[in-house]
C-alpha cells in the first residue's frame, strides 16, 4: 500500500459546482496535511493545509480531515475553469517525512 | 508564503556534460531539501531528500552517482546532472522546508539534453 492515495483523475465537473478531491494515508501517526495545486508545467503551489480534525475554510476552498479514517479531502466550491489543474495532496508523516500523493487532474468544463 | 528560488529555469546542454541546478530557500532556514523530477503529464518523481550537513537520501533507483545533491549550508541545496542525455530531459523542482513549516516549491527548472 502507497502511503498516499489519490485518484488520478481526470475529474471532470461543470463551472459553478462544487469539485471534491479525495486522499487517504497509510501512517496513523502523521500529523500535518497539505493540498498542492499543480498547473501543466510549472511548480506545486500551496492551497491549504490542515492539522486537525474537521474543516478548514478558505474561501472557495475547505479542506476536511478525518484522522481516524486517515482521510483527507479539499473541496472547491463555485469551480472555475482556471480550478483545472492537478491536485496533489501531501502528509507529514510520524517519521517526518513530506510525501506527496500521485496527484487528482481536475478538469472544469466551462 | 516562504520563498524558494531555483535557477536556472530552463537549460539546454549538449549529451555528455554535466548541469547543476541551485535551489535557495530566502526567507526561511531550510533544514530538509527534496529534489523531484517529472515527465510530461506525469506525476512529481521524488529524487532524493537531503538534510543539511548530511549525504541525500536517494529514492529506489536513481543513480547516485549521476545525480549528485550538495546540502552545504541551510539555504542553498544543488543537483548536478552529470554526464546527461537526452533521456534525462526532464523538468527537475525542489522544495524546501524547515522544521515546522510545509514544503515550498522552486518555480522548477526545464532541462533539455541534445
Known amino acids: 500500500q502507497k502511503e498516499v492515495e489519490q485518484n488520478s483523475g481526470p475529474l471532470s465537473v461543470p463551472e459553478g459546482a462544487i469539485a471534491s478531491l479525495n486522499c487517504t494515508y497509510s501512517?496513523?501517526?502523521?500529523?500535518?496535511f497539505f493540498w498542492y495545486r499543480q498547473y501543466s508545467g510549472k511548480s506545486p503551489e500551496l492551497i491549504m493545509s490542515i492539522y486537525s480534525n474537521g474543516d478548514k475554510e478558505d474561501g472557495r476552498f475547505t479542506a476536511q480531515l478525518n484522522k481516524a479514517s486517515q482521510y483527507v479531502s479539499l473541496l472547491i466550491r463555485d469551480s472555475q475553469p482556471s480550478d483545472s489543474a492537478t491536485y496533489l495532496c501531501?502528509?507529514?508523516?510520524?517519521?517526518?517525512?513530506?510525501?506527496f500523493g500521485p496527484g487528482t487532474r481536475l478538469s472544469v468544463l466551462p | 508564503g516562504a520563498v524558494v528560488s531555483q535557477h536556472p529555469s530552463w537549460v539546454i546542454c549538449k549529451s555528455g556534460t554535466s548541469v547543476k541546478i541551485e535551489c535557495r530557500s530566502l526567507d526561511f532556514q531550510a533544514t530538509t531539501m527534496f529534489w523531484y523530477r517529472q515527465f510530461p503529464k506525469q506525476s512529481l518523481m521524488l529524487m532524493a531528500t537531503?538534510?543539511?550537513?548530511?549525504?541525500?537520501?536517494?529514492e529506489q533507483g536513481v543513480e547516485k552517482d549521476k545525480f549528485l545533491i550538495n546540502h552545504a549550508s541551510l539555504t542553498l541545496s544543488t543537483l548536478t546532472v552529470t554526464s546527461a542525455h537526452p533521456e534525462d530531459s526532464s523538468f527537475y523542482i525542489c522544495?524546501?522546508?524547515?522544521?515546522?513549516?510545509?514544503?515550498?516549491f522552486g518555480q522548477g527548472t526545464r532541462l533539455t539534453v541534445v
Open positions: 522544495s524546501a522546508r524547515d522544521s515546522f513549516t510545509e514544503a515550498f
Open positions: 501531501a502528509v507529514l508523516n510520524y517519521g517526518q517525512n513530506f510525501v
Open positions: 537531503s538534510n543539511e550537513g548530511s549525504k541525500a537520501t536517494y
Open positions: 501512517d496513523r501517526g502523521s500529523q500535518s
